[in-house]
């Protein structure tokens, strides 16, 4: 697992908290990397937060997800909306 | 005859003010506490009192404890712990505004990234987010906080409403996120997931389209 910026791979899982996001990157055929990003992404859906797998190039198409997908190029986690 | 002991001299001298004051009370009673006697008798009560020295000494200064003599080297060492840690609350604070400035960095580049390269050039040019919807409505997200920033707007821009809603602003360790990442939370919620998002926000200034017989210029181009 490697933290960087985001342009370094395509496969990134992030996690938005109070350092910005916790970037978490990952190779399909590495098992480990799968392992560790699968595990954080699962922690994270613990917690209660939404995952949305976005378009590598931006966000012309997205989706809401439940399970970790190895294969998607960028997951975005964000917390639950609340109505002020 | 009943004895009433001091407990104080400012319960004394409050109680032969306010309720001392028995047929046989004079103002000379009171003088005589303000200036001091040692027993003041009267039909009903007998006071004992101290001295006025006692009873002006408690009402301006209570017990007097003399300050410990400090040495000039104490004094100095004193001074220099507190400038040290002034010092430690300015490095602290320093470095608490650079984390905070790398976290909004870092939510600005993860929303830009996520931007269409139209929504970008809108950002850039207004200064703010517009968003299609999933189902297809028109949004705008204001950078402005995350409070009430999210407007409903037709083609041609007109207000249609505002929403009041965003992701929780903290996380787990109770820190605040930067704000980038509420309005990331916004963006790909209104455009992934609107029923959520709006279903849970909260509806203020709703108004209807101001120019309903302009026709949208940018639809009829296409």
Partial sequence: ?84 | MATVWPTSADDRVWSLWASGTTSTTTTSLVWNNWIGTSTVTNSTNTTYLTTADTIWGLWQTGPITPAPYRTPEEIQADADAAQARREEDSRRRLAAQQVRAQAEERATELLHALLTEEEMRYYLEHDEIQVRSQHGNLYVIEKRGVHGNIRQVDEHGCRLGRICVAPKMYDEERRVLPVQDGWIGQYLMLKHDEDLIIGRGNWSQRAECKHPNVPILERAAA
């Fill in chain 1, 1 to 84: 697992m490697t933290t960087e910026t985001l342009a370094d791979t395509r496969h990134v899982l992030s996690i938005t908290d109070g350092t910005g996001d916790t970037r978490i990157m990952w190779d399909p055929k590495n098992k480990d990397e799968v392992a560790t990003a699968k595990a954080a992404f699962d922690a994270a859906k613990a917690k209660g937060m939404l995952a949305y797998s976005v378009d590598d190039e931006g966000g012309r198409t997205g989706e809401v997800i439940q399970e970790f997908n190895k294969k998607a190029g960028k997951i975005i986690m964000v917390r639950q909306p609340q109505g002020g």
